[in-house]
T-cell receptor
Framework: GAVVSQHPSWVICKSGTSVKIECRSL??????MFWYRQFPKQSLMLMAT?????????EQGVEKDKFLINHASLTLSTLTVTSAHPEDSSFYIC?????????????FGPGTRLTVT | AQSVTQPDIHITVSEGASLELRCNYS??????LFWYVQSPGQGLQLLLK??????LVQGIKGFEAEFKRSQSSFNLRKPSVHWSDAAEYFC?????????????FGAGTRLAVHP
């Protein structure tokens, strides 16, 4: 149980284009999902917290107009990187918190590797 | 402010040897503490967590961790390391009051296992 999927697992896009990454909780409902960014050999940096049916909360320094987050249902959140640039190349990881189960832990997706050329 | 320190960036052990990965945290109240493991190109898998109660926590894959409030530490241990344990290990702290809405991760410790 508690499986989180991400799609795509990797994507290459040209500079200036936009790319959408999906995060799905497969066997539980998640009122809250989180988006992280991880640079090579570094730790995870929280970008934003996504709550179902409301606007995402962005961490300081994260451009909300560049990283658009939508949490339209209890099982799906999307991150859209708009007008991507090479510096946006990174490993993006989402996580989800089970609405029903206690414990407060987050279940992580396998990540999406974005390369902007 | 909440923070997590993992002093060891890289550790190498021989297969079958014991392992201890260090984690120190800074948080005003009793924290939620987690250890995650990340294999190359993969997401994070929860090894174990501490919320309250017994300060010695058992996790998956033979790992355990001990919460020591006096030292603000939550070190991860394993008595005998297997080659498949080679990975990146992250310690994390979460806020407690009213549930938490984010995890603060340490920088990670990369574990290499020699045969």
């Amino acid at each position: 149980g508690a499986v989180v999927s991400q799609h795509p697992s990797w994507v290459i896009c040209k500079s200036g284009t936009s790319v959408k990454i999906e995060c799905r909780s497969l066997d539980f409902q998640a009122t809250t999902m989180f988006w992280y960014r991880q640079f090579p050999k570094q730790s995870l940096m929280l970008m934003a917290t996504s709550n179902e049916g409301s606007k995402a909360t962005y961490e300081q320094g994260v451009e909300k107009d560049k990283f658009l987050i939508n949490h339209a249902s209890l099982t799906l959140s999307t991150l859209t990187v708009t007008s991507a640039h090479p510096e946006d190349s990174s490993f993006y990881i989402c996580s989800a918190r089970d609405r029903v189960a206690g414990g407060g832990e987050q279940y992580f997706g396998p990540g999406t590797r974005l390369t902007v050329t | 402010a909440q923070s997590v320190t993992q002093p060891d960036i890289h550790i190498t052990v021989s297969e079958g040897a014991s392992l201890e990965l260090r984690c120190n945290y800074s948080y005003g109240a009793t924290p939620y503490l987690f250890w995650y493991v990340q294999s190359p190109g993969q997401g994070l898998q929860l090894l174990l967590k501490y919320f309250s109660g017994d300060t010695l926590v058992q996790g998956i894959k033979g790992f355990e961790a001990e919460f020591k409030r006096s030292q603000s530490s939550f070190n991860l241990r394993k008595p005998s390391v297997h080659w498949s344990d080679a990975a990146e290990y992250f310690c994390a702290v979460g806020a407690r009051a009213g549930g938490y809405n984010k995890l603060i991760f340490g920088a990670g410790t990369r574990l290499a296992v020699h045969p």
